[in-house]
Nanobody, 115 residues
């Protein structure tokens, strides 16, 4: 069973930054893709950013130029650097990893952008 532990959420003012981190004890080379999703109240969960085993990245249009996803194979982590945060970025953020036929989710971490 893959376990994912997220950290780094919190309250930040508009224009500020946060860094989310997702750690696992599993060898991350097993994961074809690692990513972050988010879900705001009364909205569907959406992809924020993803990174493949080969290092290719994909971002939601709403976060391009503001968010950066990265993975550290030695530390077994996938991080999401979030800059120039906006109130509409407020959501629960979930770490997600995909193996060939399965996917796993973290427990979620709250990000609130408010003055």
């Amino acid at each position: 069973q893959v376990q994912l532990v997220e950290s780094g959420g919190g309250l930040v003012q508009p224009g500020g930054s946060l860094r989310l981190s997702c750690a696992t004890s599993t060898n991350i080379f097993l994961f074809t893709t690692m990513g972050w999703y988010r879900q705001a109240p009364d909205k569907q969960r959406e992809l924020v950013a993803a990174i493949t085993r080969g290092g290719s990245t994909n971002y939601a249009d709403s976060v391009k130029g503001r968010f950066t996803i990265s993975r550290d194979n030695a530390k077994k982590t996938v991080d999401l650097q979030m800059d120039i945060l906006k109130p509409e970025d407020t959501a629960v953020y979930y770490c997600n990893v995909k193996v060939i036929t399965s996917e796993y989710w973290g427990q979620g971490t709250q990000v609130t952008v408010s003055s």
